[in-house]
């Protein structure tokens, strides 16, 4: 019989005590049972601590990393892909849920399709966790070419293949680094397979940095400009292709559930 493999699952937490332990739950429920849960604590100051202590003290498959002081999302994340032992890799934000057949059935989809990473279509929810009757649909197929234009892969429902491409880390920006990790990785693999079925649910929190559309623009242009590396010029023409995707294209993808 096939060994079932390890998946490492990255849970970055700050200030989280109101929803960590649904998305935990999220974890503990799911059908592939083969997984470790590391979750790095952003200097938290609220209970945050507390609530993880008790999960991980009744499963050992959770692990908590904590910073002295408040690094961002980007470095807490990859401080977890350093620890981390699977085979896999993926990640869920502490505000955030899987659907119980979401690692499974990205495992399967991997297998049968050889992939080095895949993602999926993904539910909204409010921030009380009602459903919005809304959904984020996965396109099939995903290059390069596409990804550069806006980002496309929820990072709720990204995983990669730790044995086929190794460790992959994200750059330091507070905001937009899991589109540059995944942008990393379809520059070396140039496309990949997405799967329709959602897999997992959007929590929108009202007062976000990543609702705020407008404050997110700084760190677009940073993935142009300091992570990819590309003259001044070049940055502020592909963010007037962003904004076209974004405003034109990529809003096809919310679709009524």
Not at 39 to 62: M, Q, W
Not at 159 to 182: F, N
């Amino acid at each position: 019989m096939e060994e079932s493999p390890l998946v490492s699952v990255i849970m970055p937490a700050y200030n989280s005590a109101e929803f960590i332990a649904e998305s935990i739950q999220s974890v503990l429920h799911q059908f592939h049972s083969n997984w470790e849960l590391l979750i790095i604590d952003d200097a938290s100051e609220d209970n945050t601590v507390e609530i993880i202590e008790k999960f991980a003290s009744e499963d050992p498959r959770i692990q908590l990393f904590q910073n002295k002081t408040n690094q961002g999302t980007g470095i807490s994340r990859n401080i977890g892909i350093k620890e981390a032992q699977g085979s896999y890799i993926a990640f869920l934000d502490a505000d955030d849920l899987w659907l119980p057949e979401k690692l499974e059935t990205q495992l399967d989809f991997m297998k049968s399709h050889d992939l080095e990473m895949t993602y999926s279509s993904y539910y909204l929810i409010n921030e009380f966790g009602q459903e919005l009757q809304k959904k984020i649909q996965a396109l099939p197929i995903l290059s390069y070419k596409k990804l550069l234009k806006s980002n496309y892969v929820g990072n709720l429902t990204g995983i990669y293949s730790v044995e086929k491409l190794g460790k992959i880390y994200s750059p330091t920006l507070r905001k937009r680094q899991d589109w540059a990790l995944w942008l990393a990785i379809l520059k070396r693999i140039e496309s990949t397979k997405g799967i329709i079925e959602p897999l997992a649910k959007y929590r929108i929190r009202e007062n976000s940095i990543s609702n705020n559309k407008t404050a997110l623009l700084k760190y677009n242009y940073l993935i142009y400009r300091e992570f990819l590396k590309y003259s001044k010029l070049k940055s502020l023409v592909k963010m007037g292709v962003f904004l076209k995707e974004h405003f034109f294209i990529k809003k096809k993808q919310v679709v009524s559930k």
